[in-house]
């Protein structure tokens, strides 16, 4: 199983709604990342996380909110986001951190968000 | 200057033709991914290189780390092909992916 699992696959929701995204995989890695990407742009990573803990927020506004309860679950809880924040939203896993030597990166298929 | 430079930005060939697509960076690197996106939004992994050549069926992947210059090419192209085609870098310090701005592929039939 080399997969990377979101869901959903595609999200509306109004400014007032709290939503979750979720992230799985079930290749033992052990770190995982969340990127934000608009259209015709590439990624721009939002949070990692290394063996469950936060490592990395790249200033990320407080509506969104990361979790990692458990080695193989990743979740991105949405509360009061603005129509700027539509945007595909990718989910990575590694094995290892990418600082490590030859980790590679999977990606999941992305949850297409439309804030109204 | 971004550090990750693809080129061309955009590209549409006819089914069968050989394509390449290039990717310069400015920085030192631990590896280098290139990437493929379709239009749905997932994004597979096709490459991960830190020297030399690799070749998956039609796809064949090439690293010059003294010039620091990534090339994929694609052989037979086929409609299938298009999709976007990103680059990406692991520096050697930072745990971070720097991302290309991708590459458009158009293959028609």
Not at chain 1, 18 to 23: A, D, F, N
Not at chain 2, 10 to 33: D, K, M, P, R, W
Request: with cysteine.
């Amino acid at each position: 199983d080399t997969e990377v699992t979101q869901t959903p696959k595609h999200l509306v929701m109004g400014m007032t709604n709290k939503k979750s995204l979720k992230c799985e995989q079930h290749m033992g890695h052990r770190a995982m990342y969340w990127y934000k990407q608009k259209a015709k742009k590439p990624p721009e990573l939002m949070f990692v996380y290394s063996y469950e803990k936060l490592s990395i927020n790249e200033s990320v506004p407080s509506r969104f909110s990361p979790e990692c309860p458990n080695s193989s679950l990743l979740n991105l809880h949405l509360h009061a986001l603005q129509p700027e924040d539509s945007a595909l939203y990718l989910c990575a896993s590694s094995q290892r951190s990418l600082g490590v030597m030859n980790t590679e990166a999977f990606f999941g298929q992305g949850t297409r968000l439309t804030v109204v | 200057k971004n550090e990750v430079e693809q080129s061309p930005q955009n590209l549409t060939a006819q089914e069968g033709e050989f394509i390449t697509i290039n990717c310069s960076y400015s920085v030192g690197i631990s590896a280098l991914h290139w990437l493929q996106q379709h239009p749905g939004g997932g994004i597979v992994s096709l490459f991960m290189l830190s020297s030399g050549k690799k070749k998956h069926g039609r796809l064949i992947a090439t690293i010059n780390i003294q010039e620091k210059h990534s090339s994929l090419h694609i052989t037979a192209s086929h409609p299938r092909d298009s999709a976007v085609y990103i680059c990406a870098v692991k520096e050697t310090s930072g745990s971070r992916l720097t991302f290309g701005e991708g590459t458009q592929l158009t293959v028609n039939p």
